[in-house]
């Protein structure tokens, strides 16, 4: 038969979308509702957006088959039920009879002119249920009584002439079947379902089908004209008889494999001949439907076609995967069979598409058939082949080593491929099979990597197959010419390790270092084959060094190594590179320089570890930078060329000079205080010679003293941390090298004085100070030194300052150099870190003279304000010093205590600060609101301390912390006052009235030190049930008391009134009487009116909402519902009486309240109390009765959906109940589905314009 794409008039397949049923539009669906002149027609909604959905075709296709899947189930239960009693004819009879019942309704369908999406579903159900009754006559047997010979005899030519009649109807399938092969092969199919309980014949069965249908379809597909309908142009896909032809194939492989347990490994062949029509049928789709997309120059407006297309792919790919999978085991020739089909189905792909997935599948599918292949060969062909190749390579070990070489033609045919790519243009597609050929040939030289032989020949045979991909590529290639050249190098390299396998790594590196300087010495000339003779030279030198730096590693770790001496050979490197920089070309010169530099630098590490060695190393990396100095001239040469010569001095002294006693440690720091001396010296000899190179060379010469003298004073002042620490004391040495570096310093800054100059005088004297403190015994030092430093630190802290304020004096300058104000700060900080761990009745003394350092720098500047507020802290810190020391001499006393005391010091800094502020102003240099804020932090710092003690114990100055709240109390409140002129900060609110919060929480939580009196202890006994309703009496008077009269805002006493009863009640809420609970509501209602805002009543209702539980569990009732139903009725409140919800733009917020209000009562009622089923019934009458009187959207909509979830919940209990009733239900709603369709598909406008007109009715309630 014909298995092409096929035209359609006005519908299609199930199996491809159809527009054939136009949807209603939006102007159809208002025009049957109220219409309006000169209107613009109205966006419509989300109900009428999914009623003219479910008009569409989709949705009358789903809704027909949910109601066929369930009459089909239902009726099948129901028959199954009583299924004993038929005989096989009857049982049969059961399937026929559905078989003829979906024909005849199509046939009535077909009739009817508005069920063409009905009619379409059924005709196609009865068509796949023809392969069905044949598979069922063969299972029931009905061959083995004469009376089921009856049934047969009736059933067959039935079916029979109903797939033709099928096959023919053009009202509903335009153009169906265009010829007798496709009709002889679906019946032919069917047919071949009898039999099948001959032994064999299953296997015989699927294979006939697969290989007849798939020379039937490719013959009668040729015999076709490919003509395609211009209206159906669009719908290209797989056609209906395809369709059924391909689900026929399937179910003949389902019951061989599922039913009659036919080995699928047998099956691996059909399978993939299955999968392969499927593939070439989609190919012919889109074959046919890309020319004459061309021809015409049309693009499709939908995509459906693609993707049907490619959903068909897709199923015949995986069935050919399917195919090879169970074959590729046991069958090697089926799997080269489906393997063979693969590769025409994915050359196809790749001639059409070029895409990169499909030539890597080509480059699988090939790889494995190489495989599949080797399993045809006898076995002891296999055994004779290895054995001799892997006597020839001495592969013994290693056989699988031998796929390196076996594998490679692979490589040339992909070498092929690729080129012939190139050759078409298709260069991006070649250039992925490159990269795949290289991966592969990458993982082939990974194999061969564990035997020389093969490893050689591998090397070389890629070699040569890089070299011919070079030469045919124009322009050339620099990345191959990089490849092929690094590849011919290590086939020289391992060819020469296959042939002298003993060579010792010295030899190695010599061979290196030679091929390196075969390489620059090639490089010379221009050239992309001699420009990557440079680079790899360069990684010749790097292979180099790595093997010898093999030799030398464990002579750093002091292993005599005989073979370390040879790290000497890499000084050839630098040597060479320093050659080539002078005979090079100009580009490559300069950096040819550069690397010798740092050819130079890495060459050491091959030679310092050894003292033979180590001063060649370094004699020869200073000549070699004094060369490439003079012609680089920069910085940074001359720095590294003066590094190299202080080096070599250094290690020549390390060594010893004969005639010279070896160095101390001390001694060392003298060498390298005159180190500095001189090279500072140095610098101003060169700096007079005033040519270029001596310039540079001063430079070094000043940034090489620069650093030693960083590292002199680093280690000295370790050596002054040793003293300070007491392990060591101090010596001439160490006093002489301080005193150098000293003079070193003056000398370099006595003209040019800097802030680093003073910074390293100042840490010289810092250093020179604790060398003289560190004479004397070990003892003696290590107990009087840190006190004597400390007063030395402060002593000098106060020095510099007063030196700074002489030095602007004196030069009359504006601003001070940045050290003449660190380095005080500096000092004393020295003296803290000295002291730290000592703490006598002179601590705060010595806080007091850091926190006046502070203060002295701090003041000088505005930008220095941050530090003047450090020492005033600092001055506040010694002042708790002083109190600390003291409360440690007494005795007694409690925690909270000290806490106490704290804030008792605190709160009179702050009034000290206040009191003495005009004269601290003059001294400080500080605004009076600046010193104002110094006072507030005190008072916070004092309130927090004062807090900090209320859950402490408190043993004797509970009246003191009393006095002191009284004093912070005040001082807060009073700040509130003139709140006219106080600006606001956040929210609104004021500086003054945040003052009045502070002081009114402050208030509150001073409530634990009257505790103890008699009135704190009457409020806390007697009248703790009625606290609520004394806090109602207290906030009304400060909400009605005339505050703005006296100064201060209304505001804080008015919010203090709002919050002070739900506090008081919250603290009292387990012994609360109900009454105090609705005199604290009808507080709240007085707010409300009083305030003109009836959002206070919300928190009368939550409080009348506590009230009436405290009365339900005095009553006993526990049922959950009497507790959710006030809240749902407070939220339905809410929602009637809030202004805001009122208005226009929150009438979704208010439905929504009005939602979750009548829902929360409902919908507890539905799932706590649905066994009584009058509970949720009343419920849902009175939601409904008060929507429809309301006209309020919420209450019909809750009301209706709580109704019907009883309604169903009963439902479903009956039919659970009586099981047979449920798969009577569950046909007679089959049924119901399949007449909602129907009338869906013919009464599209009238359901749609109904329930429009209600939905508008809808609009109007709340």
């Known amino acids: 038969m014909v298995l092409q794409p096929q035209p359609e008039a006005e519908t299609k397949v199930a199996f491809v979308p159809s527009d054939s049923v136009q949807q209603l539009p939006v102007a159809a669906l208002q025009s049957s509702s109220r219409r309006q002149p000169q209107q613009k027609p109205a966006k419509p909604n989300f109900i009428s957006t999914m009623l003219q959905s479910l008009g569409a075709e989709l949705s009358v296709r789903w809704l027909l088959f949910l109601g066929v899947f369930l009459v089909v189930v239902s009726s099948g239960v129901l028959a199954a039920s009583q299924w004993e009693r038929f005989p096989a004819s009857g049982q049969y009879g059961v399937l026929f009879a559905y078989t003829l019942t979906f024909w005849g309704l199509s046939f009535w369908a077909t009739r009817q002119s508005n069920l063409r999406l009905t009619a379409q579903t059924l005709l196609i159900v009865t068509l796949l249920l023809v392969p069905v009754n044949f598979w069922a006559m063969d299972s029931f047997r009905l061959w083995q009584n004469p009376v089921d010979w009856i049934v047969v005899a009736i059933a067959c030519p039935t079916l029979t002439a109903i797939t033709v009649l099928l096959s023919k109807n053009r009202s509903i399938f335009p153009n169906l079947l265009t010829g007798k092969l496709p009709l002889i092969n679906i019946l032919a199919l069917s047919y071949l379902h009898w039999g099948w309980q001959l032994k064999a014949f299953p296997l015989i069965a699927v294979y006939v089908a697969m290989i007849g249908t798939t020379i039937i379809t490719v013959y009668h597909n040729y015999q076709q004209p490919n003509s395609i309908s211009e209206e159906n142009r669009h719908r290209l896909s797989i056609s209906l008889p395809a369709a059924v032809i391909i689900y026929a194939l399937i179910v003949l492989l389902v019951r061989a494999i599922f039913v009659a347990k036919v080995d699928v490994t047998q099956l691996g062949l059909a399978i993939g001949i299955c999968g392969w029509l499927v593939t070439w049928l989609a190919q012919k789709g889109e074959t046919i439907q890309n020319s004459k997309f061309k021809i015409q120059n049309y693009s499709p407006s939908s995509p459906s076609s693609p993707s049907s297309l490619l959903l068909w792919e897709r199923l015949g790919g995986t069935l050919l995967f399917l195919g090879w999978l169970v074959s590729v085991v046991n069958y090697p020739m089926s799997a080269i069979a489906v393997s063979a089909l693969s590769l025409w189905f994915v050359g196809n792909r790749l001639r059409q598409y070029s895409l990169k997935l499909d030539f890597a599948a080509v480059f699988v599918i090939g790889l494995q058939t190489i495989w599949l292949g080797w399993r045809l060969v006898p076995d002891s062909l296999q055994k004779l082949a290895i054995a001799i190749s892997t006597q020839l390579t001495n592969s013994q070990n290693e056989p699988w080593a031998l796929l390196s070489i076996a594998l490679f033609p692979y490589i040339i045919l992909m070498v092929a491929l690729t080129d012939r790519l190139h050759r078409t243009e298709k260069r991006e597609l070649a250039k992925f099979g490159e990269l795949l050929t290289l991966l592969f040939g990458a993982f082939l030289t990974t194999l061969a990597i564990v035997n020389p032989a093969l490893r050689s020949l591998n090397l070389l045979f890629s070699t040569i197959t890089l070299a011919f991909v070079t030469q045919r590529r124009s322009p050339a290639s620099l990345p191959l010419i990089y490849l092929t050249h690094i590849m011919g190098v290590l086939t020289f390299c391992f060819t020469i390790n296959w042939l002298l396998p003993t060579l010792s790594q010295p030899a190695w590196a010599s061979i290196l270092l030679a091929l390196m300087v075969a390489e620059w010495v090639f490089s010379l000339s221009e050239g992309l084959w001699r420009r990557s003779a440079w680079y790899i030279g360069l990684g010749l030198a790097a292979a180099s060094f790595f093997v010898l730096w093999m030799n030398v590693e464990s002579s750093w770790y002091g292993i005599a190594n005989g073979q370390a001496y040879w790290g000497v050979l890499w000084l050839v490197t630098p040597i060479t590179l320093t050659g080539v920089a002078s005979a090079t070309i100009i580009e490559r010169r300069l950096t040819s320089r550069y690397l010798s530099v740092l050819a130079v630098g890495v060459a050491q590490l091959l030679t310092l570890q050894l003292p033979e060695t180590r001063l060649i190393g370094l004699a020869v990396g200073t000549g070699l930078m004094f060369a490439n100095t003079r012609y680089l001239r920069n910085q940074i040469s001359a720095v590294i060329t003066e590094g190299f010569l202080l080096s070599f001095i250094v290690a020549l002294l390390w060594v010893g000079v004969p005639g010279l006693p070896r160095l101390a440690l001390g001694g060392w720091f003298v060498v390298g205080a005159i180190a500095i001396l001189i090279l500072w010296l140095a610098q101003t000899v060169l700096n007079r010679r005033g040519n270029e190179l001596a310039i540079i060379y001063a430079a070094a010469s000043d940034k090489w003293a620069i650093a030693l003298c960083g590292f002199e ?550």
């Open 713 to 1262: 004073l680093f280690g000295l002042t370790l050596h002054s941390i040793l003293i300070y620490s007491g392990f060591i004391t101090s010596g001439f040495l160490y006093l002489a090298a301080t005193a150098i570096t000293l003079t070193a310093i003056v000398y370099r800054s006595w003209r040019q004085p800097t802030n680093w100059a003073f910074y390293g005088i100042g840490w010289s004297l810092e250093l020179l100070t604790a060398q003289v403190l560190g004479f004397g015994e070990h003892s003696t030092v290590k107990i009087a030194m840190p006190t004597a430093a400390s007063y030395a630190n402060i002593a000098l802290g106060l020095i510099a300052q007063l030196v700074g304020e002489w030095w602007r004096r004196r030069h009359q300058l504006e601003r001070l150099p940045s050290s003449f104000h660190i380095l005080p700060l500096i000092y004393g900080a020295f003296s803290v870190l000295l002291r730290v761990n000592t703490f006598t009745e002179w601590t705060g003394l010595y806080s007091l003279g850091v926190a006046l350092i502070i203060i002295g720098v701090g003041r000088r500047r505005e930008d220095f304000k941050p530090l003047l507020y450090l020492g005033i802290i600092g001055v506040s810190i010694s002042a708790y010093e002083l109190l600390f020391y003291q409360m440690l001499q007494a005795s007694g006393g409690a925690l909270g205590d000290g806490l106490i005391a704290m804030s008792a010091l605190g709160a009179s800094i702050m009034y000290a600060y206040r009191i003495l502020s005009p004269w601290l102003v003059g001294y400080l240099r500080l605004t009076p609101q600046e010193l104002k804020g110094i006072a507030h932090i005190h008072w916070a710092w004092s309130s927090c301390l004062l807090m900090a003690a209320i859950p402490l114990p408190i043993g004797v100055n509970r009246l003191v912390g009393l006095g002191t709240g009284v004093f912070l109390i005040r001082y807060a409140i009073f700040q509130g006052r003139n709140s006219q002129t106080s600006p606001s900060i956040f929210g609104g609110i004021t500086i003054a009235e945040m003052w009045v919060y502070l002081g009114l929480l402050e208030v509150a939580g001073m409530r634990v030190y009257w505790r103890e009196t008699a009135v704190g202890k009457f409020w806390a006994g007697p009248l703790v049930p009625w606290n609520g309703a004394i806090a109602c009496v207290v906030a009304y008077f400060l909400y009605i008391l005339p505050w703005e009269n006296w100064g201060w805002s209304k505001k804080p006493w008015q919010q203090a009134a709002y919050i002070i009863p739900l506090i008081i009640l919250w603290e009292t809420r387990l012994q609360t009487y109900p009454i105090t609970l609705v005199l604290a509501a009808g507080f709240y209602i007085f707010l409300a009116k009083v305030a003109e805002n009836i959002r206070f009543t919300y928190v009368s209702v939550a409080l009348i909402d506590w009230a009436l539980y405290r009365w339900f569990d005095s009553l006993r009732l526990t049922d959950a519902l009497w507790y959710v139903t006030p809240i749902g009725l407070s939220l339905l409140y809410i929602a009637q009486v809030d202004t805001q919800l009122k208005l226009p733009e929150y009438k979704t917020a208010r439905h929504i309240l009005r939602v979750l209000g009548s829902g929360l009562i409902c919908g507890w009622a539905i799932l706590f109390h649905q066994n009584p089923a009058w509970i949720p019934g009343i419920f849902s009458l009175i939601a409904i009765f008060a929507g429809l009187a309301l006209r309020v959207r919420a209450f019909l909509y809750i009301g209706t959906a709580t109704f019907l979830i009883t309604t169903i919940y009963q439902s479903v209990i009956f039919s659970l109940q009586y099981s047979f009733l449920k798969w009577v239900v569950g046909l007679l709603v089959g049924i119901l589905l399949i007449y909602i369709a129907a009338n869906f598909e013919t009464r599209r406008a009238q359901i749609t314009s109904l329930i429009r007109s209600a939905i508008d009715e809808f609009q109007s309630w709340e």
